[in-house]
């Protein structure tokens, strides 16, 4: 029986994303953390500062995961929607969070003390603040929404500690076996191999270096011995066939 | 008025981005490459490789682009199942394309001519190959889809000879003014420019150097006079506060 594990999902929102002026790499860096939790991670996707878009993509992931994670929208300025397009797609007043406020205030001079960084207290009522220890202004969590800042340096810092305090029962079992033979070559053993153990997810990965290509087999699933199985089959036959592998 | 601009949208297929395993960079290119020709990217979209999840997205996407870009799961290996889930997706038969057989046979000796190498050549009926210079096994374009490959070396080199041929007549204008205030404090000016300017796209992006922060200020739109106009008056705007700003 497979383990019944929790599922995830991440909405990056920013038109700096699909215009291709920035790479996005918090996704990348959510989904890194979740796989070490054994979470799922089953979609991420990128969409516009579009208060329609934001509502309908919160409205469709909020039903059918664990975990919703949201990077980016959550400034100071008019751009920034993300946190009330929350409020819209739940129906939960859009209020100021006295906690919030605070912190910023704490934070910044009167002079300092903007409009445009008080908006950033703002959020769906009854939400759960998430430590920003790098510029104040707090993400928040909301029913299974998980909100976060687009900002990479400072995502980073904030996801390091929220994910400290999720469990880590259900960890995956994963090997890697890399070959010199190229994908074309082992692909049908490996087709095999994935059918003998299906429970598995075997994926094959081809890689260019330098002076070397070649394709590396990464095994992941729920059952260490299954795992280590398939992986020493899979060295065995890189090796008879002059494979130089590598197992790790 | 504004312009009937095209729309396109991106599905990157693969376990291995979901994992945090590889950083998905591939996006990010087709998307640059649709912002250079004008074509509004609506959305990104990572999914497994999964057929009922790939349908799903295909079926959602095809309706409301123009194009839809996939990248991944088109090599010789198990996993590779995105050219028959579209056919699926599709209800188009999957059959064995002759002009790519015959290119992937050329390319091989006839020892080389591995099974998973010739799985490569089946698509959906009626399919028009879509060049790959580096590797031979091409993508290909059905209805409104377009399929590529994962590896981002041979994604490139593809997306580049692809958008050769795509018109170019209606690209955004785009200026950037940049400034070492903080978005806090521009903030409020930024969102009357943006109420003044409506039918432009105004992005406030925070920038975080090793001797310095500031905001970035990227106004895009479809009306010349408009964006040097709004640029400008922001350029006015941080000069005025003494917030060296920059103009490109």
């Given at each position: 029986m497979k383990l019944k594990r929790k599922k995830a999902s991440i909405i990056v929102i920013g038109n700096e994303i699909l215009s291709g002026k920035t790479l996005d790499t918090n996704s990348n860096y959510i989904a890194s953390k979740l796989?070490?939790?054994?979470?799922?991670?089953k979609e991420i996707t990128v969409i516009p500062d579009n208060e329609n878009s934001i509502i309908e993509k919160i409205n469709q992931f909020r039903k059918n995961n664990d975990?919703?994670?949201t990077s980016g929208g959550i400034g100071p300025t008019h751009d920034d929607i993300t946190s009330n397009s929350i409020s819209k797609a739940l129906n939960i007043p859009f209020t100021?969070?006295?906690?919030?406020?605070?912190l910023i205030e704490n934070h910044y001079s009167d002079e300092d003390l903007t409009p445009a960084r008080l908006k950033m207290a703002y959020m769906p009522k009854g939400a759960i603040l998430i430590d920003n220890p790098v510029s104040v202004?707090?993400?928040?969590?909301i029913k299974n929404i998980y909100v976060f800042p687009g900002v990479p340096k400072i995502l980073h810092i904030m996801i390091d500690e929220f994910f400290k305090r999720i469990e880590s029962k259900n960890v995956f079992y994963k090997k890697t076996?890399?070959?010199?033979?190229?994908e074309g070559v082992v692909?049908?053993?490996?087709?095999?191999?994935?059918?003998k153990f299906h429970e598995l997810d075997i994926g094959s990965y081809p890689?260019?270096?330098k002076n070397s290509f070649g394709v590396s087999i990464v095994?992941?699933?729920?059952?260490?011995?299954?795992?280590n199985d398939s992986s020493l089959e899979i060295y065995q036959y890189f090796k008879e066939n002059n494979g130089s592998p590598r197992l790790f």
């Open positions: 796989q070490e939790k054994g979470i799922i991670c975990y919703v994670f100021i969070n006295s906690l919030a406020k605070k202004a707090p993400g928040f969590n076996v890399s070959t010199t033979l190229s692909g049908e053993f490996i087709s095999q191999i994935q059918k890689y260019f270096k095994i992941t699933g729920d059952k260490k011995t299954q795992v």
